[in-house]
DNA sequence: CTGCAGGCCGGCG
DNA sequence: CGCCGGCCTGCA
């Protein structure tokens, strides 16, 4: 069992904020999920971090990049809490949510799923993909499956995939995997700037706008991404534009003047804050 | 039965 | 280019 002392940290709002599908939450208000090779357990008291995993070779390390524990956010809610007073109450409910640093592949495929989707059935369209792709491994006695390699996605035929409920989304899966098995290399494109990064993700089947910058704000640490869905599209025409119909582009150039460049935090506390219905 | 859910694609003006 | 209809599927 490994210890890390945290602070600013809330498992419940990181975990469960829509940046990821795979964590579940335990009786015990510990929560266990996949990072890339292995299953961790993870669970705080008193601003201690318990980390348990079926892999002990450097947990640490990939506890502390997947939380992204080595940033200050306590330094950095204080700072976007001085942008305005929507920030600062939204910042104030949603205290402790930090941006993960996922895998990319899965990142990637997770989120073509989640287009025009609904969250029980992109969690439960992943959880397939894995079962029936991903490689299985045992945690305190219980089975679970790792997001599988996209050598092993090459394997899914698009029937395959429409079988397991990705419904229109499945030739779109299947050609971005076929993408990024060639001519698109990941730590690649891992080098570019922001801009182009984004036109180069767009490129994939099934990924626009809105997917591009969730994968690059969770799973690049591009923290200027700015992720537009329904959700944040109403709330910031209801805050900031007197609920006028904006267009998306004209809101993304605006929040990274006002918000800067932690613009991508400060969607995540925007975005939890709404679907909580607190702003 | 319709509407809709963390959008994207393709065709058209 | 920007706009707009259509889209798997499950659940209210």
Known sequence: MLKIPVKCLDLDQTLDCGQC???KKEKDNSWIGII?????????????????????EEL?????????????????EKEISKIDENIEKAVRYTSGIRILNQSKF???ISFIIS??????????????????????????????NLFPSVENLLKAEIEDLRN??????????????????????LDEISKLSDETLKK???????VGPKVADCIMLFSFSRMKSFPIDTWIKKVMQRLYYNDCEVQNNKI?????????????IVQQHLFQAVRKNLV
């Open 21 to 23: 599908f795979r964590w």
């Open 36 to 56: 890339q090779d292995r299953v961790v357990k993870l669970k705080i008291e008193k601003e201690i971090l318990y980390v348990s995993s079926n892999k002990e």
């Open 60 to 76: 640490e390390k990939v506890i502390k990049e997947y939380l992204d524990l080595e940033r200050d956010y306590e330094s950095i």
């Open 106 to 108: 899965e990142t990637i």
């Open 115 to 144: 287009a025009n989707n609904n969250i029980p059935r992109i969690t439960k369209s992943i959880d397939l993909i894995s079962a029936k792709y991903g490689q299985k491994v045992i945690f305190e006695g219980k089975e679970y």
């Open 164 to 185: 397991l409920g990705v419904g229109f989304r499945d030739k779109y899966i299947y050609s971005s995997v076929r993408m990024l098995s060639g001519e698109m290399n």
């Open 200 to 206: 180069e993700l767009i490129k994939l089947s099934g």
């Open 252 to 264: 993304l150039q605006d929040s990274l003047n006002r918000y800067g460049k932690y613009t991508g």
